[in-house]
Every structure is written in structure tokens, then in C-alpha cells.
């Protein structure tokens, strides 16, 4: 049998590496990669394949995220580009994970070639069709031919939506594989330490989506908040590139420097961020996987958004909801996840660092 994971950005590096280890392990499964190039950059692609002992892929479609791409460009072109691959490989299954534009790309291809799709991290809704994960959401989840399932809410939105049952497959989250497999590593690198912090010592930001980064009044809004945190702890701040660029672009980026208290850093390869994330006594993001992970770590996390797509982070995990921040209105409630005891939670159901294991039985029975 032969498997081909598509991946394209850092949160399908990480999910690939468990999934490709287990796909890997058995006898007579052969196992591959493509990398579309929808993160180009070394710092948020090279860097983690290096780190997560990922192979190089078999295919490089190249397609990069230039800024003059539209999303319907940018997946036009991976189509365009993946098309051949897959006419010639011709895998019994393209595993696409997430919902980003190369899982969508990735799967249109597949099913118009009559290749089983297999989909991980399926059946998540966040209910907000003007996020364009939500759209690759449902359509590739109307494409795919296995739904492997994170949590109940999952299983639930695809039965709803007339998916069949003996396509979906509640098989737990292999981020969290991931992560189990390399806390070890990220804590022996003491990433923290090497900074000049300790444990429970700062608060950690990572934003990336457009609604909070790509106009100079989401980037002000931000810059209010990091500094009325800042008056409470040390901010940790790594920057994805394209909020770095839309700082200097805004002419924001020399008030941020300025900020006292605030610790910026270029993007962190996976280890490293993943000590920053265990050590840290608050998370501030506006990123879906980064709900999970505090969640099994059992770190308080603020999301900067109205809804989630993972609600099983706020009911069972760490998080919490924070759409209509202002520097008022947030700094009470920084204060109180600061000087609080953790909250009690609770590790969601199959979030045991066996997920890959599942996948692999079920795609190759």
C-alpha cells in the first residue's frame, strides 16, 4: 500500500511527523511526503522538517506564499502542480491534514482523479464562514473518504451534515502525538532558561490571523494590549513573519521595540516553542492548534477570538474565549489568570499520544 501526505505549512510539518513514523513502521506501506511550499520560508519550513526527523519530501511543488497571490491563486497553482504528481504516483490514499489551502487544493486534485482521500483532523466548525479555514473545513470534508476525528464535536457536526458513518473515525488528536514525542527533547533544550527566564515568568503571544495582523488598527489594538500585559509580567512575542512585516509596513514596528517588558523574538522552530508553551504561565493566541496544546499541558490560554472550532478546549481544556478585548477590559482578566491557581481540567478523550498508531491501522485494514 502506498500512502502520500500532503503537507504545506508548519501545523502539517508537525501532524505529518507521528503520522509518517507510524505509516513508516509497517510492513508493506510505503510512505511519502509532498511539500506544496505554502510556507516557504526556512524559518517556518526547512527548520522543522530538520527538527522532527521528517524526510525530505518526494516532491517540492514550490508554489511559496507570495503576498501578490490571492488564496484562490495560491490554490489554483498548488492544483495545477500537484495534479501530475498524483496522476503518475497514484497512491491508494493522499492523507491531508487540517484546513488550511493545500489541504483543500490536495483533496480537489485527489477526488477529481478518483484517489482516496483521507482526512485528518476532520469535522471541526467553528460556525464562522468568514474565516477561510471554515470553507476548506466542509469541503474537504465532502470530498474525503476516511474523517479522522479529534473530538466529539467532530463526530457530531459530520454526522449532522450527512457524512457516513463508516467514513468517520473518532481517533483521537496526533498533535498531541507530536507533542508527547518531543516534550522530552523541548524541555532537555531549556529554551526558556537560555533566555533568561524561568517557568511561570512571562506571558507567552503568538498571533497570526488577518482579522488581528493585517490592518494597522488590528496591529494598534494589539500593541495595547501587549503593553498593558507588559505592566503585569514579561510578554514573549515571537513574530510570524508576515505580522513583522505588516508592523514595518504600519510603521509600527519601532513603537513595539520600544515597549519595556516585551521580549521579541524571530519565528522558534518546534522545540523551542514547545518549551516556551510548557513553561509559560499564560498563552495569548489567536491560533487553533496552540488551544490544544495548552490544554494537555494544562496552561491557561486566552484566545483572541469569538468562537472555536475546538470547543473542547473551553469545556474540558484551559481555554477561554476573548473576542472583544480592549486594554480596560483585558488587564482584570490577565490579572486573575496570573494570580490563580490552574483551573481544573481535564485531558480530552484519546488525546493519548496514540493517534497515529489508529490512523495507520484503519488505512491499511
Known amino acids: 500500500m502506498y500512502l502520500l501526505t500532503l503537507v504545506g505549512t508548519r501545523p502539517n510539518f508537525i501532524k505529518a511527523a507521528p503520522l509518517h513514523r507510524a505509516f513508516s513502521a509497517r510492513a508493506g506501506i510505503r510512505s511519502a511526503l509532498v511539500h506544496t511550499g505554502q510556507h516557504h520560508d526556512q524559518q517556518m519550513s526547512e527548520v522543522f522538517f530538520a527538527q522532527l526527523n521528517l524526510p525530505k519530501p518526494a516532491y517540492h511543488l514550490g508554489v511559496g506564499n507570495s503576498s501578490v497571490q490571492t488564496v484562490t491563486q495560491q490554490t ?20 491531508v491534514i487540517g484546513d488550511v489551502t493545500s489541504t ?39 470530498l474525503a473518504d476516511a474523517l479522522f476525528v479529534t473530538e466529539q464535536s467532530g463526530v457530531d457536526n459530520l454526522q ?16 498531541i502525538d507530536a507533542l508527547t514525542d518531543f516534550l522530552p527533547r523541548a524541555t532537555a533544550r531549556n529554551t526558556v532558561g537560555r533566555l533568561g527566564l524561568s517557568k ?18 488590528g496591529l494598534q489594538h494589539l500593541l495595547q494590549l501587549v503593553a498593558s500585559t507588559a505592566r503585569q509580567c514579561v510578554v514573549v512575542w515571537p513574530l510570524h513573519p508576515r505580522t513583522r512585516a505588516n508592523l514595518q509596513t504600519f510603521g509600527l514596528l519601532s513603537q513595539l521595540n520600544s ?20 513553561q509559560a504561565d499564560l498563552v495569548i493566541t489567536d491560533s487553533g492548534g496552540i488551544q490544544e496544546e495548552t490544554t494537555w499541558l494544562r496552561v491557561p490560554c486566552l484566545t483572541l477570538r469569538s468562537t472555536t472550532e ?56
Request: negative net charge.
Open 259 to 278: 515597549l519595556p517588558n516585551v521580549l521579541l523574538l524571530e519565528p522558534q522552530g518546534y522545540i523551542e516553542f514547545l518549551n516556551l508553551l510548557d
Open 160 to 175: 449532522r451534515e450527512g457524512i457516513a458513518d463508516h467514513k468517520i473515525h473518532f481517533t483521537g488528536n496526533v498533535l
Open 310 to 365: 475546538r470547543p473542547v478546549t473551553t469545556t474540558l481544556g484551559t481555554n477561554q474565549l476573548f473576542p472583544d478585548f480592549t486594554p480596560e477590559t483585558a488587564e482584570p482578566v490577565i490579572a486573575s489568570l496570573l494570580n490563580s491557581q490552574p483551573a481544573d481540567s481535564q485531558i480530552p478523550p484519546h488525546w493519548d499520544g496514540q493517534t497515529a498508531q489508529r490512523i495507520a491501522n484503519i488505512l491499511t485494514q
Open 200 to 217: 511561570g515568568s512571562y506571558v507567552l503571544l503568538t498571533l497570526h490571523r488577518p482579522a488581528n495582523v493585517d490592518t494597522k488598527a
Open 104 to 142: 483543500l487544493a490536495g483533496a480537489l486534485v485527489a477526488a477529481r482523479l478518483g484517489i482516496r482521500v483521507a482526512h485528518v483532523e476532520a469535522g471541526l466548525r467553528s460556525g464562522d464562514r468568514q474565516m477561510p479555514e471554515e470553507i476548506n473545513r466542509i469541503l474537504v470534508d465532502s
Open 76 to 95: 489554483a497553482e498548488i492544483m495545477c502542480r500537484l495534479e501530475p504528481v498524483l496522476t503518475t504516483e497514484r497512491p491508494d490514499w493522499l492523507v
